[in-house]
């Protein structure tokens, strides 16, 4: 997937890029995605985050004034994921009830409230 990053301003800007997908691209690069500059081929660090309508990835980029970059988001599949993720381990009721130390995920048990 390629995009175009555009500074049209007559000033550089340094910021993080945007890149908002549909939801369908998520099963694409979910097992992980790199981002490349297409003509000078630089690798930048770059984020994933699930949004309401699809996903989005980050990453910072510096455009000088006027000036135009094209960046490949290219899936890369690792054995060990470098692509940074954000997990929210809050239910619904946005309570942080689930255990995150170990590689199994396990609700707690219940507290129980003694009656009097």
């Known amino acids: 997937m390629k995009f175009k990053l555009y500074n049209p301003f007559d000033y550089a800007q340094e ?3 945007q890149l908002i ?3 369908w691209h ?3 690069i979910k097992d992980g995605f ?3 500059d297409v003509d000078s081929g630089e690798l930048y660090i770059s984020q994933l985050r699930q949004a309401p309508r699809g996903v989005i990835v980050s990453f910072p980029v510096t455009l ?3 000036e135009e970059k094209t960046v490949h988001i290219q899936v890369v599949k690792r054995n060990n994921l470098k692509t940074a993720y954000r997990n929210d381990y ?3 009721d946005r309570m942080m009830d689930l255990d995150v130390t170990s590689n ?3 609700l707690h048990p219940p507290i129980s409230i003694p009656r009097s």
């Open 21 to 23: 997908m549909e939801s």
């Open 90 to 92: 809050v239910g619904s």
């Open 64 to 66: 000088q004034a006027g």
């Open 26 to 28: 998520y099963d694409l």
């Open 15 to 17: 910021d993080f890029a």
């Open 34 to 36: 790199e981002v490349r």
């Open 104 to 106: 199994h995920l396990r």
